[in-house]
């Protein structure tokens, strides 16, 4: 029993011992059994530069998360620069509130004020005329008065500056940016004249007009008029008040001396704070014009001060207001910011955040790029944010925790590869592929075309190529037609390089669109209407809005005219030459020449009548995109509104021909019409009608809201 006792007491002990050791000493009440967590603190120290600069407050360790404000204040002669913290510009307010998160040190800088002062130089003509006041040194920009008061026996007369009067009053006030001489000019007083004598109180109150000397008896006229930021009060005569008005006139029977009376004006200064406070320096409930208050603003705790607005703006802090009116001014402070965390996990990869920062002012974006380690694949976002995003952008509205998924690369994987107009063959060709295998594609074009590259997941223009399978692949094989370079059946020359080329004219009515030149010729530009021609001076061609192309003419500068003498022999030629065409044996009377909803082969077509299309007819190319058709018609050729020439397997625009002998070629509204018409008479496209081809014409051409296409 006694044993049992003592080993319950050792037990006792040892579990007091070790609670005693291993719970650590600090400011927290202990608690039995449990061990406090520790405090975390950081400090805030500040510092001047120069030392001389200014002085700091705030610095101080503060609880993590504290909104600390310090304060900068500069010395005489300087101004307050910025805070920086490190390299960094941390505020350009004097008073700077931040939460603090980790150990700062912050330093103010300061800027020394440059101190340039003038001297104004003053002197008397003659010596013995009178007396100035106002000479001196002072701050650059700054307002300087003078005076200057006649001696007995003379008149004031004016100030002057080297050749220029400066002013006739005898107060004068001036804005000092230079060095500055004046003399001020007296004049001695005529016998049997009296002199009027004037003065300004305070001399910078205002300027006076009217003193000089008069005839005795004279009705005399002074003036005063006040400077910025006075008011006029009256005139006196020794210690008697002679006039309230500025202009006083008066009959002179003695020598006379006015003083004009002006009054600093004075203005209030209302300054408005919520969330925190403002000191005026001065802080008087008026103030003198001219004066200058600072104003410092202060905020509460949890605010942060922004701007200022009413009569003074910004969000220099303190700022100096100059009082020249009536001055409200408020100082406007905001809550400072809110602050989050951003915790982001990752397993079998990495997460970069942009910016990275240990917190987040709130409503501000992050942007988390998650990366996979070897052999993994990023498949999702988990916690405080989900799906598959990649990059994903997080605005902070609260403290988060994200978590970026990896997944193992699957097995095995699928390689799907398409091709049109050729083949691909994959080498091993299997169902799906190891993660690693190597697959060859070998791209095999169809006839009449040519492997161009690869796209989708592979790239460039080797061919073969090698994919490495390491994930589910897309792959394209591109092929382009093959150009052929047909043979010349019919010479058009220079014609051929016209979308429309007419003898005796070319004209539109309506909005038309022509995609390629256009010509006439013998007939001159007269014979072009309808386009709007723009002409410049000595020019080979003009332009239209309606011709994406030039437009040419015989009166036009060389070597036009001789071109166009070429162009329409080659287009004479060329229809010559097609209409007599006899190999291959031509296909004659075809379907009488009522062309309905038939398709025609290459070769020569010929009537010896007018041919009709009814509904549209299809030009069926074979597959040889050399493929030629001429049709030639010693009648008219009618095309009916709405019909379609339909091109199919090869068939091409510029290698049709048709050829009319008639009257003309008449194509009907909203006709598609194919091919190049070389007629002995009339072209004309009716409303809407659009041809993919040329318009040449041994006669005209007329066009109604028409589009026509060089091919």
Not at 10 to 19: C, E, K, P, Q, R
Not at 29 to 46: A, D, H, M, N, S
Not at 484 to 511: K, M, R, Y
Not at 576 to 602: W, Y
Request: with cysteine; glycine share 10%; proline share 5%.
């Amino acid at each position: 029993m006694k044993t049992k006792k003592l080993l319950t007491f050792i037990a006792i002990s040892v579990i007091a011992l070790i609670m005693l050791v291993t719970c650590k000493k600090d400011d927290f009440k202990e608690v039995i059994g449990t061990c406090p967590q520790p405090k975390v603190e950081f400090t805030v120290t500040l510092s001047s530069n120069p030392i001389l600069g200014g002085i700091t407050i705030g610095n101080g360790t503060f609880p993590k998360d504290t909104l600390v404000t310090v304060t900068a204040t500069p010395n005489a002669g300087y101004t307050f620069t910025n805070w920086t913290n490190g390299a960094a510009i941390a505020s350009i307010s004097p008073i700077y509130t931040f939460p603090l998160i980790k150990n700062t040190v912050l330093v103010a800088n300061f800027t020394p004020v440059v101190v340039v002062k003038y001297t104004v130089t003053l002197s008397s003509k003659p010596i013995v005329g009178g007396t100035t006041t106002g000479a001196g040194q002072f701050l650059a920009g700054s307002s300087v008065t003078v005076a200057a008061t006649p001696n007995v026996g003379y008149t004031f007369v004016n100030w002057t500056k080297g050749a220029v009067i400066a002013s006739t009053s005898s107060s004068y006030t001036f804005t000092l940016i230079k060095d500055t001489a004046f003399i001020a000019n007296f004049t001695p007083v005529v016998i049997g004249n009296h002199a009027v004598v004037l003065t300004s109180n305070p001399i910078a109150g205002g300027t006076t007009t009217g003193a000089g000397q008069f005839l005795a008896g004279s009705s005399v006229t002074i003036g005063a008029t006040p400077n910025i930021g006075y008011t006029f009060v009256n005139w006196t005569k020794g210690a008697t008040i002679i006039s309230t008005t500025p202009s006083y006139t008066f009959t002179l029977t003695k020598d006379t001396a006015f003083v004009a009376n002006f009054l600093i004006n004075k203005y209030t200064l209302n300054v408005t704070a919520v969330n925190g406070i403002v000191v005026k320096n001065p802080n008087q409930p008026t103030y003198n014009s001219g004066d200058v208050v600072q104003l410092t603003a202060t905020p509460a705790i949890g605010y942060i001060f922004d701007s200022w607005s009413g009569d003074v703006s910004g969000l220099i802090n303190p700022i100096s207001i100059t009082m020249n009116s009536n001055k409200n001014v408020t100082a406007n402070f905001i809550l400072a910011p809110i602050t989050y965390t951003l915790n982001v996990t990752a397993v079998n990869g990495t997460v970069v955040k942009n910016p990275n920062q240990p917190t987040y002012n709130n409503g501000a974006s992050v942007t988390l790029t998650p990366t996979p380690a070897l052999g993994y694949v990023f498949s999702s976002w988990s916690g405080d944010a989900s799906g598959n995003n990649n990059p994903l952008t997080v605005l902070m509205n609260g403290n988060k925790n994200i978590t970026a998924n990896f997944t193992l690369i699957p097995a095995t994987f699928t390689l799907n590869v398409t091709a049109v107009n050729g083949s691909v063959v994959k080498n091993p060709n299997q169902p799906t592929y190891n993660n690693g295998d190597v697959v060859q594609l070998t791209a095999t074009p169809a006839i009449g075309y040519q492997f161009d590259s690869w796209s989708g997941d592979a790239t460039g223009i080797v061919n073969p190529t090698s994919v490495t399978m390491n994930a589910n692949k897309n792959v394209t094989a591109n092929f382009s037609l093959i150009l052929v370079v047909c043979p010349t059946i019919i010479d058009l020359g220079l014609s051929g390089n016209f979308a429309i080329f007419a003898e005796s004219g070319i004209s539109t009515t309506g909005v038309t669109l022509i995609t390629g030149d256009i010509g006439v010729n013998p007939i001159t530009s007269t014979g072009i209407t309808g386009f709007g021609l723009i002409l410049p001076a000595g020019s080979a061609y003009s332009t239209s809005t309606l011709v994406v192309g030039k437009v040419y003419a015989p009166d036009y500068a060389v070597p036009t005219p001789a071109n166009m003498v070429t162009t329409t022999g080659n287009m004479e030629t060329a229809y010559t030459t097609a209409n007599g065409l006899v190999v291959p044996a031509p296909t004659t009377e075809f379907m009488a020449g009522n062309l309905n909803g038939q398709t025609l082969t290459k070769g020569i077509y010929k009537w010896s009548s007018g041919v009709s299309i009814t509904n549209g007819i299809t030009l069926d190319g074979g597959g040889d995109n050399c493929a030629t058709f001429i049709f030639q018609i010693a009648g008219d050729l009618t095309v009916a509104n709405s019909a379609i020439i339909t091109l199919t397997n090869g068939a091409q625009a510029k290698n049709i021909f048709w050829v009319v002998a008639g009257s003309g070629a008449v194509l009907g509204t909203n006709v598609d019409f194919s091919g190049n018409i070389l007629c002995k008479t009339l072209i004309s496209v009716n409303t809407g009608g659009k041809v993919t081809g040329r318009l040449l014409a041994q006669t005209a051409v007329t066009l109604n809201k028409a589009t026509i296409i060089k091919p």
